[in-house]
């Protein structure tokens, strides 16, 4: 279950690159050098996130050098763990052979977001380059991600994996720590108090998990299809609702006394679900946007403002809320690998990703697991 010792850093490693949009080559790379704040972060495992399709069709939300991500030498993955192979001067928060599982944004430190805990809105979003250097990071995004044998962290970004837990649960803490922050920026106390998400992606059925964690009663999973509405049941949602079937703002009004929701987390991010999201909620609650819609919605805004609704966006992983995130895990309060279904070797890449992408075999979270490509490196020294 652990991975291997770190015997030696190889000075070349293999890595995958974007070329043009979709096209992505397996090349040589040198291994990165730690530098202050920083260590080297052999990488075990890595998971595949709907955001990594995007930015390999379209390049946004990725910016590197000021620009698009395109033929620019540029890794992208941000869902990964690893072991500490190396450590920047004068770190001593880790050692040498730690396991450690990652957040995406280390943010510049110096903005007034990034002061405020909520690096993953940093002002200086893709900063790391020429005069204007910030030394912003966001692996997989603006600088380097995790589909290579290694990468680099600032520490303030790894936290620990205990022993007993799987590289491949280990990725996951990152989705379960975007469904922790929109739980939080909610207000966070949630025990006692009507939880709906909408969506069962990912984020969806961990938001149904951490909301459970938390004490909130009853959870509600909204979904269209009945395998994941299945395995939000055994995450801890109460009810689930199919969304084909059922009028779902009719249901979540009947489950809360006719009243509507505390706290609705939409993780869908559709005209439709951003309306029932609304008319769901009940006057006073809150309402979190997980997911972006792609193009402009219409919905009663009217309705919002009459009934003292709250509307809250959530941008990445903020708040330290993947060591929260990593807590809960830690101690089992939920079984995080039930999202995951596939893995494949790193030189299996594209094939994984039409995995993810197409769904294929039920696919919800790909892992890419980097054990043999170490192990060959290891082999042929
Ligand atoms: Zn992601
Ligand atoms: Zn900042």
């Given at each position: 279950m652990s991975s291997s010792a770190i015997n030696s850093v190889p000075s070349k490693m293999k890595a995958w690159v974007l070329g043009d949009p979709d096209e992505l080559h397996l090349v040589e790379k040198d291994v990165p050098v730690p530098g202050k704040a920083e260590a080297l972060v052999r990488i075990d495992a890595v998971a595949i996130c709907a955001t990594d399709l995007e930015i390999m069709t379209y390049g946004t939300p990725a910016l590197i050098q000021g620009g698009p991500p395109f033929n620019k030498n540029f890794t992208p993955g941000h869902e990964y763990m690893g072991t500490i192979a190396g450590l920047g001067?004068?770190?001593?928060?880790?050692?040498?052979g730690d396991r450690v599982t990652v957040e995406i944004h280390a943010g510049c430190g110096q903005c007034k977001r990034c002061r405020m805990g909520m690096y993953t809105s940093c002002h200086n979003y893709g900063k790391n380059y020429g005069d204007q250097n910030k030394g912003h990071r966001a692996n997989g995004f603006t600088t380097d991600g995790g589909f290579a044998q290694y990468a680099i962290n600032n520490i303030n970004t790894m936290i620990k994996v205990p022993d007993t837990m799987p590289d491949e649960e280990a990725t996951l803490v990152v989705t379960a720590g975007t469904s922790m922050y929109g739980l939080t920026e909610l207000g966070?106390?949630?025990?006692?108090e009507s939880v709906v998400v909408i969506g069962p992606g990912p984020i969806g059925l961990l938001a149904v998990a951490v909301a459970k964690s938390l004490g909130a009663s009853p959870v509600v999973l909204v979904g269209t299809r009945e395998n994941r509405n299945r395995i939000g049941l055994e995450l801890g949602a109460d009810v689930t609702i199919d969304a084909r079937n059922e009028d779902v703002v009719a249901r979540v009004k009947e489950l809360t006394g006719g009243k509507g929701a505390d706290y609705v987390v939409d993780c869908a991010g559709s005209e439709t679900t951003v309306n029932q999201a609304v008319h769901m909620t009940n006057r006073g609650g809150r309402v979190c946007l997980?997911?972006?819609?792609k193009k402009p919605v219409e919905f009663d805004l009217g309705y919002l403002a009459v009934n003292n609704i709250y509307l809250y966006g959530i941008r990445g992983e903020g708040k330290s809320a993947t060591h929260r995130a990593m807590a809960f895990m830690a101690e089992k309060r939920?079984?995080?690998?039930?999202?995951h279904t596939h893995t494949f070797p790193m030189e299996d890449l594209p094939t994984a990703l039409k995995y993810a992408r197409?769904?294929?075999?039920?696919?919800?979270k790909v892992v890419v697991s980097m054990k043999d490509t170490h192990a060959a490196a290891e082999a042929a020294e």
């Open positions: 001067p004068g770190v001593d928060e880790f050692e040498i966070g106390l949630v025990a006692g997980a997911a972006f819609p939920f079984d995080a690998s039930k999202i197409e769904r294929i075999d039920d696919a919800i």
